[in-house]
């Protein structure tokens, strides 16, 4: 007999893990979760110790390892594109930063038609509810939901050098990113706990993962869509999926009063295009029966790239040495032992928004400083000492296709994220790189800086059509600071994701 839930969640990712905990709360509800990935254990000190973030990254056990289609903008360059696998999804092997959108971000969408309830006024209680706020709550801050949010230290002689030179360079310092004022620069917010890093899972799920109605299976691929035609029009009725190893493994299938597709922003919208809701053009030759036209599922797939522009340190006061095989056994030590020490931290304790140019209105560009030269995924230190800015578009309008490649829900569907392939684009990075720049050179810096690192040739090639972006210096993740409405097509009731 198949199983039934009121509730079935695919992934149980940031969105799945909320879900999770906020439709089972009622007891007379009955909530699956099926996540792709690994359950994650508390004793995986790569998921748990903030520091060792570069780690997951590419690594098969906790990521997808996504790459796009050879970037025409980039001189076909391939972006890798990491993606969380396993329960917290990307907030499993994310940065830890955590920053709200900017509250004019909620008005722009509130303006659009259907959209009334996301303007700031409707949002603002949903954040406080979500976050406790250890620096404390207040009319914009929340202090008593199960995100635990614990400010950046930012004791270095490096951070004191950077906030001083944001000032010089004309920019002002702000109480909280996060709150009444995100223009400006300020210590950042981070969803760590105690020195563990607090993932959504971690936050949301794992304290209710006894109730009765919840039900979590991992190494759970849901491979489909069940769907029938009502009345009313196309129905999810439940999902087929597949659990187990490689190896070992068993096919099932359950049926849903609702479901939930919380895959994230590259498996959620594959899924819908292998149960035929999507463009005719794709599914049609792959001999995907159409059951919903709605050519706008994959056709705006968003992200921006991240830049860091890198200095060698003259004095011995970054990170770097921590870096050296002989002191890791004493960080993983005094972390194991105390949750304390280099281990403790992302390292990403403070950055700021500003405007890279007087057009906008509110700020366009987010920076984060790191008190050390080194590429997102931990390697290849660019200097002995050093430190580095990382920029990066708020906004970018550069948009691309997903597509699946065929009816297998295990090959990667392509990405295309047309990078740079916009003026608006390539002139907003020319004008951050030239801000960033301008805030590196202030005297604040000077008993530091041994000089730029990597970063020359990179304005100068901006703007050519041959534009190439060296590729230690240029990550990419979700664009994490905001979310853009995009009209799917006309489904009923619901014609937004
Ligand atoms: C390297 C990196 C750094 C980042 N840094 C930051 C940061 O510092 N701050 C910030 O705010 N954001 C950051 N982000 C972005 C942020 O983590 C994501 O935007 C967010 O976690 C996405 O949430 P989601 O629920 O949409 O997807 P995810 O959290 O990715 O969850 C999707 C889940 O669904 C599962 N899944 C997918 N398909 C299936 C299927 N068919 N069957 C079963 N399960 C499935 C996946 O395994 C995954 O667990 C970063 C992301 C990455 C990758």
């Given at each position: ?5 009121d ?30 990935g ?49 329960l ?5 092997i ?22 009334a ?12 509810r ?74 949301y ?38 659990r187990?190893t ?12 609702e479901?939930?597709v ?96 007087d ?64 003026a608006?684009d ?21 008993p ?13 090639k ?27 097509g ?8």
């Amino acid at each position: 007999m198949t199983e039934r839930y009121d509730y079935v969640i695919v992934g149980g990712g940031s969105a799945g893990s909320v879900l999770a905990n906020r439709l089972s709360a009622d007891p007379g509800a009955t909530v699956l979760v099926l996540e792709a990935g690994r359950f994650d254990t508390r004793f995986d000190p790569l998921i748990h110790m903030p520091a060792a973030l570069p780690y997951p990254i590419g690594n098969p056990l906790y990521d997808w390892r996504y790459a796009s289609e050879p970037e025409p903008h980039l001189g076909g360059r391939r972006i890798d594109h990491a993606r969380g696998k396993l329960l917290g999804g990307s907030s499993s092997i994310n940065g830890m930063i955590f920053q709200r959108g900017n509250p004019m971000d909620y008005e722009r969408w509130a303006a659009e038609p259907g959209m009334a309830a996301w303007d700031h006024a409707h949002c603002l209680p949903y954040f406080k509810r979500m976050e406790t706020c250890t620096v404390g709550a207040d009319a914009w801050r929340g202090g008593s939901g199960p995100l635990v949010l614990e400010r950046g230290p930012a004791t270095s002689p490096l951070f004191g050098a950077f906030f001083e030179a944001v000032q010089q360079a004309g920019h002002h310092l702000t109480d909280d990113v996060n709150g009444y004022r995100q223009e400006g620069f300020a210590k950042f917010d981070r969803n760590i706990h105690r020195g563990r890093r607090l993932s959504a899972s971690r936050a949301y799920l794992h304290p209710v993962l006894r109730r009765p109605n919840l039900t979590v299976r991992t190494l759970t691929m849901v491979t489909g869509l069940r769907t029938t035609r009502a009345a009313t029009g196309p129905r999810v009725t439940g999902v087929d999926y597949v659990r187990g190893t490689r190896r070992h493994h068993v096919r099932a299938s359950v049926e849903a009063g609702e479901v939930l597709v919380c895959g994230g922003a590259i498996n959620s919208p594959q899924l819908l295009q292998l149960a035929g809701i999507g463009d005719p053009a794709l599914l049609e030759p792959l001999g995907i029966e159409v059951l919903a036209a709605l050519p706008g599922v994959g056709a705006n797939l968003q992200d921006h790239l991240e830049v860091y522009l890198q200095h060698a340190c003259r004095q011995p006061v970054s990170i770097a040495p921590w870096l050296r095989h002989r002191h890791k056994p004493r960080i993983g030590l005094e972390w194991l032992l105390g949750r304390r020490g280099v281990g403790a931290s992302n390292h990403f304790e403070a950055g700021g928004f500003v405007r890279a140019n007087d057009d906008v209105a509110y700020p366009n560009m987010m920076v984060h400083f790191l008190p050390i030269a080194i590429r997102y995924d931990g390697s290849r230190p660019a200097a002995d000492h050093g430190y580095q800015v990382h920029i990066g578009p708020m906004y970018s309008d550069v948009v691309g296709p997903l597509a699946i490649r065929s009816r297998d829900p295990f090959t990667h569907p392509a990405l295309r994220f047309n990078y740079l392939s916009t003026a608006t684009d390539r002139r907003e990075w020319v004008e951050m790189v030239r801000a960033a720049r301008h805030v590196l050179g202030q005297p604040a810096f000077a008993p530091f800086s041994a000089g730029a690192v990597r970063t020359a040739k990179f304005c100068r090639k901006l703007g050519s059509t041959r534009t190439v972006f060296a590729p230690p210096e240029v990550p990419t993740s979700s664009a994490y600071t905001g979310m853009r409405s995009i009209p799917i097509g006309d489904l009923p009731g619901s014609s937004r994701m």
